[in-house]
């Protein structure tokens, strides 16, 4: 059934229909002693839709309950333990009710004390209209100590359930609090998990990008070398130069290979064992080996570098070159200038700029584009701070490409 329907008024309908049974009972009596007095059975009445009403609208109740005050006043009308059944509502109004009707709740507490014991002469249930009510009545008049007794054992009975409904409201309230805090640190906890899955599957995603950029680095540059090397075999009429450059494709293949394990073995760029320099000079013995012209110039200090910036300058270079020789031309040589930080100044302080330049070939004059390799440059050299410069410029021996990296020297935080 939906909180709509009709049990969860269950218990304040058996409630109400209680009281407006003992409270007619009560009545019926009160009119056949008094001759036809029927102000019991409106006491009755209001009394019952109070109680019924005493959860759903709690300050609607309070003010039946002020109403059936005043009624007794202006009747007199002797129906005590209806009075106290009325208690119900006071529990409600602290229980259920708003702050305003929770204070007007407590208010109501004495009143209807004074109604009970004070308009009725210290009686606190009708048992003068059954056994001998009179000489009971005669006893609270003339014993004050009598008084006071049956008004503290009133005061307990009416005023007990007002506290009783605060003190479940509280606790109420702190077993809400803490499911809401249970509820709270589950959710915090699941989206802690939701933070790592997401940060994991970022970090894995990060790996494959840059496993597939070492793999088309290294391939890609292996590649441009066996196929420049076979191109110029071809044209070789002297057995010995060519069995040179058979065995300068066996040494470019095998290489090839160990890099491709090498980087698939782990998706992190080892330290370099040897130094910088000695890395790049062989980097461009292996294009110079393949049969095409490089100019190679290195100016200032070589210096070691990070285990991470040296990788990526390492990586930076192998890809100019392979780019220069898919995309050069043939019979123009390939400048690869190396400008390591300069202490006099010049812009370029605790900067490595690697600079390659190689003449447009005439079938893709405007160079590599913005394909795969240049992009992959591009991310290496943000990732530590550095970034990537590219131009074409006219010369009067034709149309050239270049491409600059600026490569920061020191990593974060230390020096180089």
Known sequence: MSETGWRPWLPEAIAALTVLGIGFAEALVTWVVSGGDTAGFATALIAAVAVAMCRREPGAALGLVWGLGLFHVLTGAPIMLVEFALTAVFFGSARWGRPPTVVIGALSVPLAVVVAFVLHEG??????????????????????????????????????????????????????????????????????????????????????????R??????GHSLAVILAQAESGQYLDDTGKLKKTLQTIATSARSSLQDVRQVLSTTQDTPPVRADADRFDEL??????????????????????????SAVAY??????LTNALKH????????????????????????????????????NPDGPGNGRGLDGMRRRLEAIGGHLDVRLRERPTGTTFTVTAFVPVRAAGGSA
Do not use: K, Y
């Not at 070492?214 to 391939?219: G, N």
């Not at 990586?315 to 100019?320: A, I, S, T």
């Open 284 to 309: 461009i013995a292996g294009v110079r080996a393949s049969g095409h012209e490089i100019v190679a110039t290195e100016l200032g200090t070589p210096c070691l570098l990070p285990g991470e910036t």
């Open 328 to 363: 050069g031309r043939r019979d123009q040589p390939i400048t690869a200038e190396r400008h390591w930080p300069s202490t006099q100044g010049g812009g370029f302080a605790d900067t490595l700029r690697i600079e390659v330049t190689n003449a447009a070939s005439t079938a």
């Open 214 to 219: 070492d793999v088309h680095d290294v391939v």
């Open 123 to 212: 009686q606190i249930v009708s048992l003068h209209l059954l056994v001998g009510g009179s000489r009971l009545a005669a006893l609270a008049r003339d014993q004050p100590t009598v008084q006071l007794v049956v008004a503290l054992i009133g005061l307990l009975v009416v005023a007990a359930p007002w506290p009783a409904g605060l003190l479940m409201r509280f606790l109420e309230r702190a077993s809400t609090s803490r499911s809401e805090m249970l509820a709270a640190e589950e959710a915090a906890v699941g989206a802690w998990r939701e933070t790592e899955h997401a940060r994991e599957v970022a970090h894995l995603r990060d790996e494959q990008t840059r496993l597939a």
């Open 315 to 320: 990586r930076v270079l192998q890809e100019m």
